[in-house]
């Protein structure tokens, strides 16, 4: 029986069923602010500043493994970006990006074996497209490419070969700290 019920069931005093009443909505939002708060530690690897390392700025937004997700990432950046995207690309549709990608890409960093299909979708939109063997490697690469005030951007439109988004994020996040540790020394 539930609180509510053994409230009505007693028949206890009107104002003591709306104070019950009211505990249990209270109870209700704190268990609901509570989930709320838990849920940001999860929302890592979605849009996450990293660092920024001679003036540029590096994201991680290795949650976005689909086309919308990376979409809805493009629709909040101002800056120019050097973009490192791919993974097991299985035929993704990339019309979507076009827009956004022309007007914000300064360079494509592809990583993962199977990017033909991204690399033919902005051939003709970016100017600089490049494949790199790994997302270390593609750190280093896009930080040779990106210039002050720019955005390098870990948002791969695709899923992962062989780990998952937050494996991915990590060793990106872990590439950009070891970056950070060497242009401080």
């Known amino acids: 029986m539930t609180y509510l019920e053994k409230l009505i069931n007693t028949r ?3 104002q003591s069923m709306v104070e019950g009443i009211s505990s ?8 609901n602010i509570k989930q709320c708060l838990s849920d ?6 979605r849009q ?20 919308n997700a990376t979409w809805f990432t493009f629709e909040n ?11 097991n690309d299985k035929g993704t549709d990339f ?19 199977n990017n033909t299909n991204l690399r033919k979708a902005f051939k003709g939109d970016i100017n600089e497209i490049r ?25 791969p439109a695709c899923h992962a070969e062989s780990e998952n988004n937050e494996e991915r994020g990590n060793r990106y996040i872990e590439s950009v700290r070891r970056l950070e540790n060497e242009r401080n020394q």
């Not at 950046?77 to 993974?87: E, R």
């Open 12 to 14: 206890q005093r009107p």
């Open 24 to 31: 249990m909505i209270l109870q209700i939002r704190k268990e």
């Open 40 to 45: 940001l530690d999860t929302m890592r690897h």
């Open 48 to 67: 996450d500043y990293i660092a920024t390392i001679d003036g540029v700025m590096y994201y991680d937004d290795s949650k976005a493994e689909n086309v």
């Open 77 to 87: 950046i101002v800056k120019p970006v050097v973009w490192i995207a791919g993974g």
């Open 95 to 113: 019309s979507d990006l076009k827009p956004s990608v022309r007007e914000n890409v300064r360079a494509l960093i592809c990583i993962g074996p």
């Open 131 to 155: 494949q790199a063997e790994s997302i270390e490697k593609a750190v280093e690469m896009a930080s040779q490419i990106a210039q002050e005030d720019d955005i390098v951007l870990f948002s």
